[in-house]
């Protein structure tokens, strides 16, 4: 079973910086089935990337997924107030099943 | 719009029997697989169920496996959750999403979960 580690637990940054997540497999997984998703307190979750790279629908271009094997990153050019939030890598695997990480919480500085 | 509306939680004592509802609008809910996600007070998310757009494939998580079924309705537009034999550690937020693949649960590819109801909540407790 592969178990997906994100890090950091928390990351404390200000609005206008550049925000860097980390996703990382125990095992190998095709990019492929490599998705992340945005929770804000109080709402459901968001689907911000799928196949590790491609923006979903309405997603601002300043989110940015990249990857490839066990080590996975979203980025977030430039931090808005409305960014800050708790993300989540998730992984489709066989039979299907799919995994999520114990998520990142994006916090102001 | 699009848009998933899940009812049906509550508080239920352990070893009893829930059954969740999500009414799917705005789509064409018979062409697209469906997911149950739960997340427990003040935890991550943890992928419960899915089913394929006619019914005819289901998969769950191990801890569920053998206690809850995942089934639709496609001439009503709603998807359903029949939880038995429910435990404390099945307190949680449900919700249901609408898989991100037009037709067959994909294989080769995978779209994400990209729309999601409120969620409904669910209590187990004595």
């Known amino acids: 079973e592969i178990v997906l580690t994100q890090s950091p637990g928390t990351l404390s940054l200000s609005p206008g910086e550049r925000a860097t997540l980390s996703c990382r497999a125990s095992?190998?997984?095709?990019?492929?089935?490599l998705a992340w998703y945005q929770q804000k307190p109080g709402q459901a979750p968001r689907l911000l990337i799928y196949?590790?790279?491609s923006r979903a629908t309405g997603i601002p271009d300043r989110f940015s997924g990249s990857g490839s094997g066990t080590d996975f990153t979203l980025t977030i050019s430039r931090l808005e107030p409305e960014d800050f939030a708790v993300f989540y890598c998730q992984q489709y695997g066989s039979p299907p099943k799919y995994t999520f990480g114990q998520g990142t919480k994006l916090e102001i500085k | 719009q699009v848009q998933l509306v899940e009812s049906g939680g509550g508080v239920v004592q352990p070893g009893r029997s829930l059954r969740l509802s999500c009414a799917a609008s705005?789509?064409?809910?018979?062409?697209?697989?469906m997911h149950w996600v739960r997340q427990a007070p003040g935890k991550g998310l943890e992928w419960v169920a899915v089913i394929s757009y006619d019914g005819s494939n289901k998969y769950y998580g191990d801890s569920v496996k053998g206690r809850f079924t995942i089934s639709r309705d496609n001439s009503k537009n709603t998807l359903y959750l029949q939880m038995n034999s429910l435990r404390a550690e099945d307190t949680a937020v449900y919700y249901c999403a609408k898989d991100g693949h037009y037709g067959p649960l994909a294989v080769l590819y995978y779209y994400g979960m990209d729309v999601w109801g409120q969620g409904t909540t669910v209590t187990v407790s004595s």
């Open positions: 705005g789509f064409t809910f018979s062409s697209y697989g």
């Open positions: 095992q190998s997984v095709s990019s492929s089935y």
């Open positions: 196949g590790a790279s």
